[in-house]
Nanobody, 114 residues
Framework: QVQVAESGGGLAQFGGSLRLSCAASGSILGIYAMGWYRQAPGKQRELVAM???????NYADSVKGRFTIFRDGLKNTVYLQMNSLKPEDTAVYYC????????WGQGTQVTVSS
């Protein structure tokens, strides 16, 4: 049974920091990337950051320079370090495991107060 377990969401103040963690376990074949998406109320889910199995990263323009994604490949764990948080970062953050098939976490709420 595959599990995608997220943690680290919560409440932060403007300019603060949070770190999200996502651990994938179970029979997952061919993980080629892991990443984070987010969905704010009334908006579509969007890519925040992604890291491939060889360490290439991709960030949304809105988080470049503030967020950093990194992973522990041996443990199938990915982290998202979020600094200089803004109220517009408020959303439910979802971990995505790019594999065959893909998997999603249940989501973790991040709320940034002004």
């Amino acid at each position: 049974q595959v599990q995608v377990a997220e943690s680290g969401g919560g409440l932060a103040q403007f300019g603060g920091s949070l770190r999200l963690s996502c651990a994938a376990s179970g029979s997952i074949l061919g993980i080629y990337a892991m990443g984070w998406y987010r969905q704010a109320p009334g908006k579509q889910r969007e890519l925040v950051a992604m890291i491939t199995s060889i360490g290439n990263t991709n960030y949304a323009d809105s988080v470049k320079g503030r967020f950093t994604i990194f992973r522990d490949g041996l443990k199938n764990t990915v982290y998202l370090q979020m600094n200089s948080l803004k109220p517009e970062d408020t959303a439910v953050y979802y971990c995505h495991v790019g594999a065959y098939p893909n998997y999603w976490g249940q989501g973790t709420q991040v709320t940034v107060s002004s």
